[in-house]
């Protein structure tokens, strides 16, 4: 039962009637509540003094009344303040170890004394000065003070003898002495057992918490190696007794109806991968639908929509032999709306073959555009070619039937695109120029035999062109990067397999991968390149894997299979250098854009211009409001998914971005810094 409040809004200060409150104060202390027991002697004494309005604090937490000779709360057991202060103050002196000899006092370091409620006991009957006893939680302390206290009835009351200990008294923890001292006094048996199980527990919880601990942390949890670190096996380097063909992918790009798919498909019928059972069954469908010029497209363009509208809409891969390469054939879509298929396919290109429409008209639509008002795609895919890092381009004139084949008209688009190729960082030496007629089989695989070609050309043929490009180095002794660049049905297993080229690395069969961006661990069951089974594929390999161990949904295009102990990062917050194509609209910060890497794009924003770089790379010292055409820069780029991405400093292939906007690539760039990694 709490004490009744001597002071108040409700208290009368007149009020005499001290013995019933007197009979529930003795009452409560039987009961076990009352710590301070007045002497019985008292009564009279206090009767007579009932007319003093005795002293009372104030509790902080609960804002109690009590008594002043009461050092903590009796409502919550919080401290008086001045009784923690003098505490602070060094007022209770000594060590856990140590025993005040003035007072009798156990003392506690000033660390300690908040954080351990020590029970203390007060006299000040008689006007003697106040001693106070700090009592630990200790057992045999608690049980000889408290079988004290029990021995004094409520008729007759002593002091309580000062408890000397004969031994150091250990400081338990806060939880101990709080059960300790709400404990009824009638279970004083067992208050060593109930202090040895609460201890009990406390470390149980504690091991406990530190176990789940440990157990979130490892939670696919994957210490990355040191790039230094990672060493090449011997069977990932390349056999060159092998015999063996060196691999070549080639990107054949440029403006829409230009002739590319036409040029495919007539380049791979000379070279005997279409058969002429194949050909003759395009060439009829192709004359009932009234398109009799689209047969060899239609090499190209299998699926019925692509067939229907007369335009390519995928990447078609095909593949055929010369004499000195194997190489991948990569025809993209040429339409501006197919634009980001065509960087998805373009990306795993060696080399590029820009095709020119020569026709009067055709060129300058694909320089400039519609209208003149916008770029076209002849331009914008040159520069998403240089963009991936292809540095040999063969630049094939195509359509040369349909000017006469005339030379004048010729060197005009030497001219004019000669100009615009230079601006875009490619070479000279590095371009070839092949004029050609697809349709006429003109200066394909063979020389011209055209009397109005062969009075001027003295060049070489397309196919000798492909044999005198050089092909890139090859990173076969860094870990395994393959870009997934599709998911597609594996002809020999039937199953869904991850089709991409590798970047870097070797991967054979029995091969342990890491799928990002979901971080599953899987293992190669089977692979095929050129639609033929192969135990070991290299960089540079257009390859399909079949893998075990992983769900099939988990494989995604934009995804890379990589090695377990060096994984690609996934990130969606990023710092880009990029350089500023031919733009109408200025970039400034929040600008919304399409962010393209690999084969995966995402919706961004532009959070930040950080500065502009010169010709030489250096960055100014402030930063612009916007960027226009033409300029270089460092901004930041929010994205609104994570993607698999890497700094171009440690693997190009995951490292060059393009920005897009109303369907026209405004940027392009490369990957400086990595600001925000997201975490599985």
């Known amino acids: 039962m709490p004490r009744k409040i001597f002071s108040g809004p409700d208290c009368d200060d007149e009020y005499d009637d001290y013995d019933e409150y007197e009979d529930d104060y003795y009452d409560s202390d039987e009961a076990g509540q009352g710590d301070i027991q007045p002497p019985v002697k008292e009564k009279e004494s206090l009767k007579n003094s009932s007319n003093k309005v005795p002293v009372l604090w104030k509790c902080s937490m609960c804002t109690f009344d009590n008594h002043e000779t009461m050092v903590y709360c009796e409502m919550c057991g919080v401290f008086r303040e001045s009784f923690v202060k003098s505490a602070k103050d060094g007022l209770i002196k000594g ?52 079988a004290s206290v029990g021995s004094s009835s409520g008729t007759g009351r002593k002091k309580q003898p000062i408890i000397r200990p004969e031994e150091d008294v250990p400081v338990e923890r806060t939880s101990q002495l709080i059960a300790d001292h709400f404990q009824p006094m009638g279970d004083q048996s067992s208050r060593a057992s109930s202090s040895a199980q609460n201890k009990d527990s406390m470390q149980t919880l504690s091991s406990s918490i530190s176990e789940l601990s440990i157990e979130k942390n490892n939670i696919n949890v994957t210490k990355p190696y040191l790039l230094e670190d990672y060493k090449a096996e011997e069977w990932m380097l390349a056999d060159q007794a092998s015999g063996m063909l060196s691999q ?59 067939r229907e509208r007369g335009v390519t809409m995928t990447v078609a891969v095909a593949y055929f032999e010369t004499k000195k390469y194997r190489v991948v054939l990569l025809d993209s879509p040429g339409h501006k709306d197919f634009v980001p298929n065509m960087i998805s396919g373009a990306t795993q290109a060696d080399a590029a073959i820009l095709v020119v429409d020569a026709s009067t008209g055709s060129f300058e639509a694909g320089m400039n555009g519609a209208g003149g008002i916008s770029i076209g795609q002849t331009k914008e895919h040159a520069q998403l070619i240089r963009s991936f890092g292809v540095e040999q381009l063969i630049v094939a004139v195509n359509k040369m039937d349909a ?31 092949i004029p050609l007629s697809a349709v006429e089989n003109q200066n394909l695989i063979q020389p011209p035999s055209d009397a109005r070609f062969t009075s001027w050309y003295r060049g070489s043929c397309l196919l000798d062109a492909i044999d005198s490009l050089q092909l890139p180095s090859r990173d076969v002794t860094k870990p395994l990067v393959l870009p997934i660049c599709d998911v597609i049905k594996s002809q020999l297993t039937g199953q869904l397999a991850a089709f991409g080229k590798l970047e870097a690395g070797a991967i054979r069969n029995g091969s342990k991968v890491l799928v990002l961006p979901c971080g599953q661990e899987a293992t190669v069951k089977t692979i095929e390149r050129d ?150």
């Open 95 to 146: 060590s856990i170890n140590g025993v005040s000899s003035d007072s009798g006092t156990y003392a506690v370091s000033s660390s300690d004394s908040a954080k351990i409620p020590a029970k203390t006991g007060t006299t000040n009957f008689h006007g003697d000065s106040e001693k106070k006893c700090a009592i630990t939680s200790n057992d045999k302390v608690n049980s000889t003070q408290l």
């Open 403 to 433: 000017i006469g084949y005339s030379k004048e008209r010729l060197e005009f688009i030497k001219v004019q695109l000669g100009s615009f190729l230079r601006s875009c960082n490619f070479k000279d030496s590095s371009v070839t120029w």
């Open 248 to 306: 070549l992918n080639l990107a054949i790009v440029g403006h829409v109806d230009s002739g590319k798919s036409t040029l495919s498909g007539r380049l791979l019928h000379l070279l005997g991968r279409i058969s002429k059972k194949e050909m003759h069954k395009n060439e009829k469908e192709a004359k009932e639908k009234g398109k009799g010029s689209f047969a060899y497209a239609w090499a190209m363009d299998e699926s019925t929509e692509e």
């Open 531 to 680: 639609s033929s089974s192969c135990s070991i594929a290299r960089a540079g390999d257009n390859v399909s894997v079949c893998l075990q161990g992983v769900d099939g949904n988990r494989i995604i295009p934009g995804g890379v299979l990589c090695h377990p102990g060096f994984p690609v990062l996934v990130a969606d917050y990023l710092e880009l250098k990029i350089r500023v194509l031919d733009i109408t609209v200025p970039i400034l910060i929040g600008y919304q854009v399409e962010f393209h890497i690999h084969h995966v794009k995402e919706a961004a924003k532009i959070t930040k211009i950080m500065a502009l770089l010169d010709k030489t790379g250096k960055p100014s010292k402030t930063a612009p409001r916007f960027l226009k055409s033409k300029q270089s820069a460092v901004v930041q780029v929010k994205l609104d998914g994570a993607v698999c991405v890497q700094e171009f400093s440690k693997c190009r292939a995951l490292g060059r971005a393009f920005l897009r906007s109303s369907g026209s690539t405004i940027a392009v760039g490369i990957i400086n810094k990595i600001l925000g990694q997201y975490q599985n």
